[in-house]
């Protein structure tokens, strides 16, 4: 992918390592996973581990690989996505977890909380802010802090929570007094085996079942203070920090995806043959391969646009938030035009394309919905009056 950046010596070496490793580890086992369901890969999991692509994203001095720039860190997850973006997505999911750690805890959590996670035998880990009533309006949450002598009693229901069943440490939003609405949102780590923490089954998913998602239910879990992130009410502002990362990585994804639907569909087009000659030479299929390799090569430009604004320390909530409509919806329609292209095969399960077709739809949805992202866009534009 070109796209007029000069990479350093450490940015080659780990785009370099993930790419084998998508198509040597990840990409074989894109089908099994998703037949699997409800079952995450754990074996790829330990493996990725141990190669450091699970924690590549965490501060060195906590035992992770160090890189802190978030244009590393798109470029590695688009490789890791082109091998499969479920798998890619599961395998760089610690990284939302650590996201609040970073932006709200002191030195001394983050010590406790990231080291376990750069080892060659991590935790997984989960972030719960959805709830059964809650979705884009993160403000509403309904889970209930309340303070309790020396720490807090959390009450409340989170739903479509990533990594739950599986997860030792879990980021929980909540809230220490509802009428404050983002002023009274309160982020805590929440450890798997407190009392009162129970997770429910796992949800049944369209795509990305790699990633396994299931209901948490905190019934009077009582919390210590020092697992509380930052001071109350300053957890809406490490939320929102933690979207805007998270949406430009979306985007990463999102072009990786795009790029394996674009090679498999290519490369099926030079082979298949009809009316006498390869599809691609009919103007119809080549001109959906070349819509498809400008939304593919748009959705990377604007993942590296929006990761070099964060890096540079300015505000980015536009900018993540146009990365991650134009990217999601490009993946969408470029999964759509490479089944298409393959015509009754591509509807068959003999390719992924069917699948990556449901997977590419869960990235319009998750992290705020295209909807949502339009709204940021639109109120963006109306407060600064230009890009």
């Known amino acids: 992918m070109k796209d007029g950046l000069d990479q350093t010596s450490e940015q080659r070496e780990f785009v370099a390592l993930a790419r084998d490793f998508a198509l040597r580890e990840i990409r074989p086992r894109a089908r099994e996973v998703d037949d699997a369901d409800h079952e995450s890969p754990l074996d790829l999991w330990a493996k990725a581990a141990k190669l450091g692509l699970t924690s590549f994203m965490l501060p060195e001095e906590y035992g992770g690989g160090g890189v802190g ?12 996505c082109y091998g ?62 309340v303070r309790d002598g020396s720490g807090y009693v959390l009450s409340g229901q989170k739903t479509w929570i990533s990594n739950a069943p599986y997860a030792r440490y879990i980021v929980v939003f909540a809230t220490v007094d509802p009428a404050l609405r983002s002023r009274g949102v ?6 798997r085996d407190m009392p ?15 990633i396994v998602s299931a209901e948490v239910f905190l019934d ?12 109350e009410g300053q957890g809406f502002y490490g939320l929102m920090r933690t979207f805007d990362a998270s949406r430009i990585l979306i985007a990463a994804a999102c072009a990786g995806l795009c790029r394996a639907a674009l090679d498999t569909a290519l490369r099926y087009a030079r082979e298949r043959e009809q009316f006498g000659k390869p599809i691609i030479e009919h103007q119809a299929v080549a001109f959906r391969l070349a819509d498809m390799a400008a939304r593919t090569d748009a959705a990377h430009l604007l993942a590296m646009r929006a990761a070099r604004v964060f890096d540079a320390g300015e505000p980015a909530t536009q900018e993540a938030a146009i990365a991650k409509l134009v990217a999601s919806e490009n993946a969408m329609w470029c999964t759509w035009a490479a089944l298409q292209t393959h015509g009754g095969w591509g509807y068959s399960r003999e390719f992924l394309l ?34």
């Open 196 to 210: 009162g923490l129970r997770v429910g089954r796992a949800l049944p998913k369209m795509g990305q079942r790699a």
């Open 354 to 387: 069917e699948k990556w077709m449901r997977d590419a739809k869960l990235e319009e949805i998750e992290e705020g919905t295209s909807d949502i992202q339009r709204l940021i866009i639109s109120r963006s534009l109306a407060k600064s009056g230009a890009m």
């Open 69 to 80: 720039d978030l244009v590393t860190q798109a470029l590695v997850t688009e490789e890791l």
């Open 84 to 145: 499969d973006i479920g798998i890619g997505n599961l395998l760089t999911s610690n990284g939302f977890f650590a996201g609040p750690v970073e932006a709200l805890g002191s030195p001394e959590q983050r010590r406790r909380w990231l080291t376990p996670l750069t080892g060659d035998d991590p935790p997984m880990t989960a972030l719960a802010v959805t709830e059964p009533a809650v979705g884009s309006d993160a403000a509403a949450l309904r889970t209930r802090a």
């Open 186 to 191: 309160t982020a805590f780590v929440v450890e």
């Open 220 to 231: 009077d879990v009582r919390v210590p203070a020092e697992n509380r992130l930052g001071e």
